[in-house]
């Protein structure tokens, strides 16, 4: 019964923001490495970014580099991105992942994470 689920999805203009959370049910995030990945339609899912398991690393794609931050609180067995200054380009299902490791790293591979929620639409239109 180890699932993950996202929320904070929408619909948001150019240049808005949003914060997507990551819910654990059925475990605890304490020892996982959290990513975010998105895929937007004809598109291959694509890593955006990675925490440790403490918290204590971050990645990210260049690609959202300096837009989105990544955060955690273990306490709430929730993961979080926060996304600012979208642009259309960033429309996409995001989905949270995560896999029994201190560590994340830079690659942001998809076939890393054992555990993934349903996704959460975010689409950037005016």
């Known amino acids: 019964q180890l699932q993950l689920v996202e929320s904070g999805g929408g619909l948001v203009q150019p240049g808005g923001s949003l914060r997507l959370s990551c819910a654990a049910s059925?475990?605890?995030?304490?020892?996982?490495?959290i990513g975010w990945f998105r895929q937007a339609p004809g598109k291959e899912r694509e890593g955006i970014s990675c925490i440790s398991s403490s918290g204590g690393s971050t990645n990210y794609a260049d690609s959202v580099k300096g837009r989105f931050t990544i955060s955690r609180d273990n306490a709430k067995n929730t993961a979080y991105l926060q996304m600012n200054s979208l642009k259309s380009e960033d429309t996409a299902v995001y989905y949270c992942?995560?896999?029994?490791?201190?560590?994340?790293?830079?690659?942001?591979?998809?076939?890393?994470?054992?555990?993934w929620g349903q996704g959460t639409q975010v689409t950037v239109s005016s």
């Open positions: 992942a995560a896999v029994l490791l201190i560590m994340c790293y830079d690659g942001l591979f998809p076939y890393e994470y054992d555990y």
């Open positions: 059925g475990f605890t995030l304490d020892y996982y490495a």
